[in-house]
């Protein structure tokens, strides 16, 4: 007898029939003699109705009260999926976050998760019962409060769930087949990797791939934990996230996992910085100090006059107004010229441990944009990624030009998207 998580996402919840057919599927898992512990999502696009809600009360809601409002997506598909458990003559019982042992610091909105104890979900499932969690959500240790764990989060809540109950395996069904060499929404000849290793999905979701949660990743590369990721809507087999990816004989496959694309950040110029030590670090600690993560950093010779240089960084979209009047406020005191703030920009990366040791992977890399009319505004590098920034109505033709420029396509199957808006 295993211990198996499964997670559903929005799309395998969307609507009464689909709850039905996910109930099936972990009745059948349970009947395979495996204890079974569920993480669902909100139905559907419930989590992005709800901010619009709460955006037509209040532009700015307050970071407790949003959380608040968005964890009760969760809850209803809860209470939903162990409903229709019960209807094909299961125990189930349902558990918030904060119920499940999800505790967290008191960051609303991106809450860390700091420490799982899952009792009564331990209790549920040695009593026979089929446990049912609402992701995305916990509570925090010093207010008490409810908070939820960043967009995507319920994957993080099911892999901390499976690493604190020693699973066996964290299965998150989702709506495509499994981790692709680039979105299928944007590339239908992208191919389905049977297996990629922790460090390369940590880098492809750290670029914007949404199939799974960065922070989940963390979590199953420090226990260790093996992550299947499948379709809720068929059996195939799906992707394996595990230590090392074992690679075949196509070389082009064994260098390069895939390509990721990210339309979520912005790009902040300050421009006209006074080019002396010390004001770098004065503008990012002022980005530090209100809670913003950065990504990219760029500094370039000001156009503006001598003496000066300008620094670009790119940031969520979502932060970009609390960055800019946070350096507003510091302006006289660094005396930097003026703000540019751009959010049409894209970034797409190509991610593979193989680049390491490959020569020549930059270079295709530039050709293929080239070749595609794409200008580059911004590079980064890591070991084994490639990332650039350039328009975001680029975004897409960068995706594919360079997906076909490293042999990525696969010719013989189209990857299918089974459901969901991509929103
Ligand atoms: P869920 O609601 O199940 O959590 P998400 O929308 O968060 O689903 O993640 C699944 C989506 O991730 C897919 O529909 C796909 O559009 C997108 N995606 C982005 N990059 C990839 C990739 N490399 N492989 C598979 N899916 C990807
Ligand atoms: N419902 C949340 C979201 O849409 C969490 C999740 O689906 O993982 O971001
Ligand atoms: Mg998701």
């Known amino acids: 007898m295993g211990l198996v998580v499964q997670k559903y996402g ?5 609507d009464a029939a689909s709850i039905k057919r996910v109930a099936q599927r972990i009745v059948e898992t349970k009947k395979a003699g495996n204890q079974v512990v569920v993480v669902v999502s909100a139905m559907g696009d419930t989590t992005d109705e709800l901010i619009d809600l709460a955006n037509q009360v209040s532009p700015l809601p307050a970071p407790r009260e949003l ?10 598909s ?3 999926v162990a409903m229709a458990v019960g209807q094909l003559g299961f125990e189930a019982r349902s558990f918030t976050g904060s119920q499940a042992g999800v505790i967290t610091d008191s960051v609303h909105g991106k809450a860390r998760i700091i420490d799982v104890t899952p009792g009564r979900i331990k209790s549920a499932i040695d009593e026979g019962a089929i446990a049912i969690v609402a992701g995305f959500q916990g509570v925090s240790q010093n207010s008490k409060d409810i908070t939820t764990l960043g967009r995507g989060g319920s994957d993080t809540t099911a892999v901390a769930l499976a690493a604190a109950l020693e699973a066996d395996v964290c299965e998150i069904y989702t709506d495509v087949d499994g981790v692709f060499s680039a979105d299928p929404r944007i590339v239908p000849s992208a191919r389905k990797l049977a297996a990629i290793s ?5 880098e492809m979701a750290a670029s914007g ?8 990743v963390e979590y199953a590369r420090r226990f260790d934990l093996p992550i299947h990721v499948r379709s809720s809507f068929s059996n195939n087999q799906g992707t394996w996230v595990i230590k090392e990816r074992p690679v075949g ?6 260098i390069i996992a895939g390509v990721a694309h990210d339309r979520s950040e912005a790009k902040i110029t300050v421009v006209g910085v006074p080019d002396r030590p010390g004001v770098a670090a004065a503008i990012f600690q002022t980005i530090a100090d209100a809670q913003i993560n950065i990504d990219m950093i760029v500094q370039n010779v000001s156009a503006a006059a001598t003496g000066l240089t300008d620094i670009s960084f790119t940031l969520p979209k979502a932060e970009g107004k609390d960055a800019t009047n946070a350096l507003q406020r510091v302006q006289k005191e660094i005396g930097f010229q003026s703000l540019l703030f751009d959010d049409t920009i894209g970034k797409v990366s190509l991610v593979g441990a193989g680049m390491r040791s490959h020569p020549g992977v930059s270079a295709t890399f530039f050709a293929a944009l080239a070749e595609a009319n ?3 505004e911004m590079i980064t590098t890591s070991e084994i990624r490639l990332s650039v920034v350039v328009r975001e109505k680029d975004l897409d033709n960068a995706v594919r030009s360079i997906h076909t420029a490293f042999g990525l396509d696969d010719s013989n199957n189209e990857a299918v998207v089974y459901g969901g808006t991509g929103r």
């Not at 929005?10 to 969307?14: D, E, H, L, N, P």
């Not at 959380?67 to 209803?76: C, H, N, P, V």
């Not at 922790?198 to 940590?202: A, D, I, K, R």
């Not at 004989?249 to 064994?254: L, T």
């Open 374 to 376: 794409v200008n580059i």
């Open 78 to 80: 809860m209470a939903l």
């Open 10 to 14: 929005g799309s395998s919840v969307a």
């Open 67 to 76: 959380d608040m409002l968005l964890t009760a997506g969760e809850r209803i």
């Open 209 to 216: 791939a949404k199939v799974l949660h960065l922070r989940c």
């Open 198 to 202: 922790y460090e390369e999905m940590l």
């Open 249 to 254: 004989d196509d070389m082009e496959q064994a």
